[in-house]
């Protein structure tokens, strides 16, 4: 009996002693201590609306670069998959987002499908079907809504997931995952956009305009 309650006494001892050493490691003291993450740069979150073109790109570009080459297929639901070329095409993690390029086709920015939860209602009757969350960049160009009569450039499918952190760069354009949504910016046309299922926020030149049945939106943003 003697035995068994010495070994007791020992483990006992053991455990707390491990259990102390563990709360010492995983919360140690933050007076004194260096940072040794990822750089501030890269954790520090996404400019909001207001912010300037140069703190838009300076913040896209602090994302870790992905590699083009592994964004130049997009897979339709068949689970046919489409060589893109010199066009591009990326999903968000979560699904809600969806952007391609289409420069094989004279098709000039980026354009993106997002599960917007308020999407801008049919300005007017259209030919086609109202998608709200079709969204088109440009550059000196932003349109949310449109009328669809195809899929467009999705009719090749969608892209590979862009991890959160991850900034894909095509032609002018620079294109930053976040779990706060995507932003992209085109520092040559001295503008930018941020999209989640938020919202859609222009930055830069981009000024809302007057939309017109020719414009084929239901927000239209200007340079």
């Not at 003291?29 to 909001?48: C, F, L, Q, Y």
């Not at 993690?93 to 354009?111: A, F, L, Q, W």
């Not at 085109?186 to 020719?214: H, R, W, Y």
Request: glycine residues 14%.
């Amino acid at each position: 009996m003697r035995i068994a309650a010495v070994t007791a006494i020992v483990l006992l001892s053991a455990g707390c002693a491990a259990e102390t050493n563990h709360r010492s490691a995983a919360a140690p003291s933050s007076a004194g201590v260096a940072s040794v993450g990822p750089s501030a740069s890269s954790t520090r979150s996404a400019p909001t609306s207001g912010a300037s073109v140069a703190d838009l790109e300076s913040w896209t570009r602090a994302g870790s670069a992905a590699d083009p080459v592994g964004y130049r297929t997009a897979r339709l639901g068949s689970g046919a998959v489409t060589d893109l070329k010199s066009d591009r095409a990326f999903t968000s993690p979560s699904g809600k987002i969806s952007c391609i390029t289409d420069y094989e086709h004279g098709d000039r920015g980026v354009v993106c499908l997002v599960e917007l939860k308020n999407p801008p209602a049919e300005p007017h009757d259209g030919i086609g079907n109202w998608k709200g969350g079709w969204i088109r960049y440009t550059g000196g160009k932003l349109t949310v809504g449109a009328f669809r009569g195809d899929p467009g450039p999705f009719v090749q499918g969608r892209g590979p997931e862009l991890p959160y952190g991850s900034a894909l760069s095509i032609r002018d354009f620079t294109c930053r995952m976040d779990a706060s949504g995507l932003t992209c910016v085109n520092p040559e046309a001295g503008s930018g956009v941020q999209m989640s299922d938020a919202g859609v926020i222009p930055f830069g030149c981009l000024k809302q305009q007057v939309v017109t049945p020719n414009d084929n939106a239901g927000v239209l943003f200007g340079c």
